[in-house]
């Protein structure tokens, strides 16, 4: 543990922030679980689940949790799912 004022500081703000992207990444992995689900039960609301993960993946690249190219590839692979499917 620290023992300078702005160093114990900056263990809060680390805790804080690192809660805040694990709960962004799962939110992630939830849409795009929800996506895969849908696309292959063949679901009405494929569209619906696709473009709500498509959402959360440019949300993450936006926050750096994933990187942009990462995103892109993944948004591909969905576009490519959906429209095989």
Known sequence: MP?????KKRVKVQAKKAAENKSAVSALKTAMKKANIAI????????E?????????DQAAAKNLIH????????????????KA
């Open 3 to 7: 023992n300078i004022k702005s160093a």
């Open 68 to 83: 942009k190219n990462n995103a892109a590839r993944k948004k591909s692979a969905f576009a490519a799912k959906l429209n």
């Open 49 to 57: 689940a696709v473009k709500a993960a498509i959402k959360k993946i």
């Open 40 to 47: 292959s039960a063949d679901a009405p609301n494929k569209e």
